[in-house]
């Protein structure tokens, strides 16, 4: 199952006690429907859970049934009439030229009430990456006048999000991974809230470990090339002059490096018995590069 799937799942098994909660909750599954008209409403989903939620819903606050058809991977849920009538009077979108697909705020007084309209909003409309791919929460629904009045409310709430179109869908998103955190855990998303952060760390584990030894290669290829730049010199020096020709400081340093052609200056130092240290080798292993090249 997909992450969306189980975030879902773990959602449908949220149980609120206050009815005001329960009817939030069912007015965002409503408004994110696929089909909102005065005359249908239709929810679909490839999660069952979601369709016997939706039920259970409307059964314990208004004793309606919705008609549930399975087209292949589909469950649909549809009702018409005045069971339909009911429902929308309920939730107070009925209006003398029909029915209001804006949000209003009578039942999302409080924090509760609201990320239980939101919970209810995620099961109908909602879809997550999975957090090893990406980090994305959108919330989809063909009507505009929904996805306007939801982004304001979750903007005004601190939860900030952008809204797009996309194949004639208003899609409002979010991409940033702790604000996704943050609001799985509120609607009671928890495991799989604490699932995105577990992936989160580990990504950024990996990272930085993958940093630490491009840095270490960097860093010994580095000191290769330098180490061969200096087996050069040496070389140069004893073509051209002989290595007698150095001060005595310089020579011991030279024939130093050029036994150990591969040691690192921690090494060479160590190699000297501490008689010269590594900032030492560095500076006389420079200046006989400076004579090589003149």
Known sequence: MSFSFDVKEELCKVREKDNICKAAELYGMVLFGQTVEEDQLKISTENVLVINHLQSLTTELLGLFFEMNEIGVTFNATLHGSNLSKLYQMLRMKEDAGISLEIKGHLLHSKDRFFAFLRGAVLSGGYLSDPLSGYH????????????????????????????????????????????????????????????????????????????????????????????????????????????????????????????????????????????????????LNKIVELAKK
């Open 137 to 284: 929460f959108e919330l989809v629904t063909p009507y505009y006048s929904v996805a306007k009045s939801l982004l304001e409310l979750m903007n005004s709430q601190g939860i900030t999000c952008k809204m797009v179109v996309r194949r004639s869908n208003h899609v409002i998103y979010i991409k940033d991974s702790q604000q996704i955190y943050d609001l799985l855990y509120r609607l009671g998303a928890r495991s799989s809230a604490f699932e995105l952060m577990d992936v989160k760390i580990e990504k950024e584990t990996n990272n930085n470990n993958n940093r630490v030894d491009n840095c270490a290669a960097y860093n010994m290829d580095k000191a290769l090339n330098k180490a061969v730049e200096q087996i050069r010199a040496i070389e140069t020096i004893q073509e051209k002059n002989g290595l007698s020709t150095l001060p005595e400081d310089l020579l011991y340093v030279a024939i130093l490096r050029k036994e150990n052609p591969t040691a690192s200056l921690t090494e060479l130092s160590t190699l000297s018995n501490g008689r010269i240290s590594r900032a030492g080798l560095s500076r006389k």
